[in-house]
């Protein structure tokens, strides 16, 4: 247990010092700058065949080469796809794209849409373009990072949303008309996944535009399924959000469900929340108890708590990632290697595995070329640097060139046994994909900066620090930059505290002496970086690292104990 259940302090803060990049990969023979410009490759060819055949709808069909709406014709892929344009480097598309999507995306459409899905994709990939316009070299208007044309679009989005959560028990209905709001015969059973995948999201754009209502009902969303739990402290996977009656009553890690455990340990991250944290703490202590069997996670009935489904489905990969954020390196790693077993024996992970038979289950043997095996990867190794973690990148790369490469772009696998494909790409495969590989391959981008380098923007509130690293990805790997938030406060309630606290945990653990320093600018050698350098108004100068030294930062602290944040992950005090 927590002996402070708010330890951990601003992310973009303070990073120990990591094992040398690459030592671990050298030692394997693993060629990572090579593997690196392959995902780029891969990157470029998927990207460039869906502006060339599908663009301006939602997705590419790679079979065929042409395009689909799938989730609202907001030309998703563009939206999904354009982060990742800056994590390889591409500022000059960055700002195309974002002229193209103010002019040609309108919210204001006759069209039934997924509202978890509109949060994830299209109101987070704005959020995380608005927030790293200034590194793309974007002229961004006075007032940003509080306003700004990306910031205005993704709050339309999320106001067309709204309407969805407008029920007894503040659990939003699955799915809403963008033109008139909820159908009247929608039905009002939605899964806890899209009850509870909010918070992230809602509450960037509350604190970004100072309106609460954002905020307001992502936590109430949550509250609400924390308060319709089971007697053994389990959720299952489908709720009528009018009665609170659970309807689908499995509880587990995967699908339905999965997004809701991470938003609970990010959103405590991402505002500094202790009761979010001690919520999932709660839940992960039944989870512990109930639905773990050898490190791997069954299916359970949530009342009872004797398993119902013995499968593990690919979106329960995520779940190696989560448990590193809250320091459970050790039992993560054993997760992840059970996990890595079965993308071994198919080349990837089949929607739903039977683990007592070892083999897919019928119907469900695709693999949509997901993320999730990938990003626990990417977050483990930025733990660890066990070059067990590129082997898996390695392996996803060499799979996914051999078996889903096509003319037009990548193929969902249909199945696994005998690599027949599917006439579809998602856009999550740009989105979240190819950036986890990319990141896994890249220790020194960006996204990973451990603080040293940091901007100091001038908002109409006074001063606040941005790009400082400590990133926050959406479920969707749409970066937040953390210290955003607390650029556009109106109140001057906040103590900048951190340097008094790094210096506290320090002296307790080496005795040594730090202090706080600000430069006039930095250089980088990366496009985005030299980019970013033009626009600044004023930057943190990288420091030479040296042994044994760390560099200090500034950032705004909540009112609880903050203590400590090392390499992504949250620890707990007793660890």
Known sequence: MLRSLGSFLCLWALRLPAPPAGSGAAARGLDVASYRERVRAMFYHAYEHYLESAFPYDELRPLTCDGQDTWGSFSLTLIDALDTLLILGNVSEFQRVVNVLQEGVDFNIDVNASVFETNI????????????????????????????????????????????????????????????????????????????????????????????????????????????????????????????????????????????????????????DKELMSMFLEYNKAIKNYTKFDDWYLWV??????????????????????????????????????????????GGLPEFYNIPQGYTVDKREGYPLRPELIESAMYLYRATRDPTLLELGRDAVESIEKISKVDCGFATIKDLRDHRLDNRMESFFLAETVKYLYLLFDPDNFIHNDGSVFDVVITPYGECILNAGGYVFNTEAHPIDPAALHCCRKRKEEQWEVEDLMR??????????????????????????????????????KRNSKKNSHSLLSCPSQSFNSKLAVLGQVFLDNT
């Not at 590194?135 to 208007?141: I, N, P, Q, R, S």
């Not at 969303?221 to 739990?229: D, G, H, I, P, S």
């Not at 119902?308 to 993560?332: C, R």
């Not at 005795?511 to 030299?530: I, M, Q």
Request: aromatic content about 10%; proline content about 4%.
């Open 121 to 272: 994709r299209v109101v987070g990939g704005l959020l995380s373009a608005h927030l790293l316009s200034k590194k793309a070299g974007v002229a961004v208007e006075v007032g940003w990072p509080c306003s700004g044309p990306l910031l205005r679009m993704a709050e339309e989005a999320a106001r067309k949303l709204l309407p969805a959560f407008q029920t007894p028990t503040g659990m939003p209905y699955g799915t809403v008309n963008l033109l008139h709001g909820v159908n009247p015969g929608e039905t009002p059973v939605t899964c806890t996944a899209g009850i509870g995948t909010f918070i992230v999201e809602f509450a960037t754009l509350s604190h970004l535009t100072g309106d609460p209502v954002f905020e307001d009902v992502a936590r109430k969303a949550l509250k609400a399924l924390w308060k319709n739990r089971s007697d053994i402290g389990l959720v299952g996977n489908h709720i009528d959000v009018i009665t609170a009656k659970w309807v689908a009553q499995d509880a587990g890690i995967g699908a339905g469900v999965d997004s809701y455990f991470e938003y609970l340990v990010k959103g405590a991250i991402l505002l500094q």
């Open 301 to 346: 009935q949530m009342y009872k708590g004797t398993v119902s489904m013995p499968v593990f489905q690919s979106l329960e990969a995520y779940w190696p990632g989560l448990q590193s954020l809250i320091g459970d390196v050790d039992n993560a790693m054993r997760t992840f290697l059970n996990y890595y077993t079965v993308w071994k024996q198919f």
């Open 504 to 541: 506290e945990f320090y002296s307790l653990k080496k005795n040594k002496k730090f202090t706080l320093k600000r430069a006039s600018d930095h250089g980088e050698g990366e496009s985005a970086k030299d980019s970013e350098d033009a626009s600044s108004e004023k930057s943190g100068e």
